[in-house]
């Protein structure tokens, strides 16, 4: 490795109009070499002043620091050429903010932190033979093929502009999360995490409305997007708890038949989740259907290839009775008053005690085994 702690300069027109700009809190440690001879920047985010700071303390806060890490990770894991995180470490310090806040030092790699404006920066505050000594090392280390172009400068342009509309393409590919029809940002007022989401609703519920867009599409959330994600997840639970034999799914595993096609081409197709799932809506339509052992057979499919998606694995009268609360128990004594009024032909009390239920967004089911309720 080759140490040489310092802060890059670059130009740009970030506010309107060209300035000089730099690494206001990032430090330069070196260059590694890996095994296959490739060459990476190492570099710390939050580890103090340097020469472009301004009037900033070049320090930064462990949640910011943790959600670059998250994102750049997500985004290399989705094709998106960016700048890899290696750590996040608490420097045991407090910085000011809002508040005071704990810090930390990101650890960055890349294969360089070269940018447009480096080059904006040299051509503006350096002279002719800087400049050259800029590109010559940055068709070196990015484009050693185009050393032996005639004109390796302007190949060295195309294969940047080449490049750039690929990382252009590729990062508008991947949507943002749309709050009623806005981008989701703190500014606007319409943030919220996904700790405060799971106060309220199951994970699997989550999940389903989150794979029920592609994955390279934007998430449009609004108030009832979760809640229609339930009922979604509740239509394939109720097929599972009518399935005889007590709602228990004897075999679980994938059959040979056109809802087994359908959902794997829609999976190998760029993991095209609302396909997929349009197959298993399919599937259940066939679930409730059937009787018997057929019935098993489609059941057992449909809980397969739900959890490839990472759903359907619940009990399905746990998910269905979930958010009850204090009110599981009133509803069972409700049942039992229900059932007691049938036994002794007071029907009229009985369907009272049903009505009221559903009034509350209960549901009844009379079988074999007895009454099971679900909500609505």
């Avoid at 619940?314 to 609360?325: I, N, R």
Wanted: charged share 25%; glycine share 8%; aromatic share 8%.
């Amino acid at each position: 490795m080759c140490i040489r702690d310092s802060s890059q300069a670059y130009a740009g027109h970030q506010f309107g109009h060209f300035s000089i700009l730099g690494d206001g809190r990032a430090h330069l440690i070196g260059e590694h070499i890996a095994p296959d001879s490739k060459c990476f920047d190492i570099q710390f985010k939050g580890s103090g002043q340097t020469p472009y700071s301004r009037n900033g303390d070049g320090r930064a806060a462990l949640a910011p620091m943790l959600r670059e890490y998250i994102i750049s990770e997500a985004m290399h894991e989705l094709n998106i050429p960016t700048t890899r995180s290696l750590a996040v470490v608490s420097t045991g310090e407090s910085i000011m903010r809002s508040s005071l806040k704990e810090g930390a030092i990101l650890t960055r790699i890349a294969e360089s932190h070269i940018r447009v404006g480096t080059f904006e920066y040299a051509n503006k505050m350096l002279d002719l033979e800087e400049l050259k000594a800029l590109a010559d090392y940055a068709i070196a280390r990015h484009y050693p093929e185009l050393l032996n172009q005639k004109n390796p400068y302007l190949s060295f342009l195309k294969a940047v502009i080449t490049n750039q509309a690929k990382l252009i393409a590729s990062w508008m590919h991947v949507g943002f999360i749309n709050v009623d029809g806005e981008k989701m940002s703190k500014s606007l007022g319409n943030f919220f995490t996904i700790r405060d989401i799971l106060e309220k609703y199951d994970g699997e519920v989550v999940r389903f409305f989150l794979i029920s867009s592609h994955y390279r599409s934007h998430v449009s959330y609004m108030d009832n997007s979760l809640d229609d994600a339930h009922g979604k997840l509740a239509r394939f639970y109720n097929a599972l708890s009518s399935v005889e034999n007590g709602g228990v799914v004897l075999d679980v595993k994938d059959l040979d038949n056109d809802y087994s096609t359908r959902f794997h081409a829609a999976m190998d197709d760029d993991f095209n989740t609302p396909e997929a799932i349009a197959a298993l809506f399919d599937l259940v339509r066939e679930v409730n259907k059937t009787t018997g052992e057929e019935q098993q057979a489609l059941a057992g499919q449909l809980k397969y290839l739900g959890g490839v998606l990472g759903c359907l694995q619940a009990d399905p009268q746990t998910f269905l009775q979930a958010g009850a609360g204090d009110d599981a128990a009133w509803i069972e004594e409700m049942i039992a008053k229900r059932i007691a009024a049938k036994k002794a032909k007071d029907f009229a009390t009985a369907d009272a005690v049903r009505d009221e239920l559903v009034a509350k967004g209960i549901v009844l089911k009379d079988g074999p085994e007895g009454t099971v309720w679900t909500k609505s």
